[in-house]
T-cell receptor, first 116, second 112 residues
Framework: NAGVMQNPRHLVRRRGQEARLRCSPV?????VYWYRQLPEEGLKFMVY????????ESGMPKERFSAEFPKEGPSILRIQQVVRGDSAAYFC??????????????FGEGSWLTVV | DQQVKQNSPSLSVQEGRISILNCDYT??????FLWYKKYPAEGPTFLIS?????DKNEDGRFTVFLNKSAKHLSLHIVPSQPGDSAVYFC???????????FGTGTRLQVFP
């Protein structure tokens, strides 16, 4: 998967706890995307970030979810006060430029969140 | 509102034959289309893409066809191999946004 690193691969949280998912994009990639896949569904867009900026967060739930991509370090997807419905696979992807410029988006192997 | 639809949840094909996976979309603003392949517990892997200015793109065993008037695209794999067994997602993007909208996937099984 072209070097997009996600961790943890598996995370178990009790209801009400916080989940933090980290994503290190391919070296040199400045565009990061987060997608969520619920069981038996396709991937749903959540948020698109460039370094230090949120470009499009139209797929993010209005509450409890936040994302950042700081100047230094990985991108973080943060879910506060998790509920059972947050259980899903969360995929991070990166690209060197925009999709419209013909750049390919490379996905990481995903972080599987289970809320008990 | 499912803007990208893959109406066949599964497909079974014999090794060596052609696999045809279909995808329909509703948003006429989409102008760039991609196919991804996904194995269980792994992330999607890019296969092939096509811009709306083309109606066909080929890469080895994989060919994508785009019919803009029908808002339909298809992925042909020939010859199919057992290693092709996976879930295939089509995805679309429009010129005024930089996010991919995915279909629900088709599970392809290639048997000997």
């Amino acid at each position: 998967n072209a070097g997009v690193m996600q961790n943890p691969r598996h995370l178990v949280r009790r209801r009400g706890q916080e989940a933090r998912l980290r994503c290190s994009p391919v070296k040199g990639h400045s565009h990061v995307y987060w997608y969520r896949q619920l069981p038996e569904e396709g991937l749903k867009f959540m948020v698109y970030l460039q370094k230090e900026n949120i470009i499009d967060e139209s797929g993010m739930p209005k509450e409890r979810f936040s994302a950042e991509f700081p100047k230094e370090g990985p991108s973080i997807l943060r879910i506060q006060q998790v509920v059972r419905g947050d259980s899903a696979a969360y995929f991070c992807a990166s690209s060197p430029g925009t999709i419209q410029a013909g750049n390919t988006i490379y996905f990481g192997e995903g972080s599987w969140l289970t809320v008990v | 509102d499912q803007q990208v639809k893959q109406n066949s949840p599964s497909l079974s094909v014999q090794e060596g034959r052609i696999s045809i996976l279909n995808c329909d979309y509703t948003n006429s603003m989409f102008d760039y289309f991609l196919w991804y392949k996904k194995y269980p517990a792994e992330g999607p892997t890019f296969l092939i893409s096509i811009s709306s200015i083309k109606d066909k793109n080929e890469d080895g065993r994989f060919t994508v066809f785009l019919n803009k008037s029908a808002k339909h695209l298809s992925l042909h794999i020939v010859p199919s191999q057992p290693g092709d067994s996976a879930v295939y997602f089509c995805a679309a993007s429009s010129y005024n946004t930089d996010k991919l909208i995915f279909g629900t996937g088709t599970r392809l099984q290639v048997f000997p």
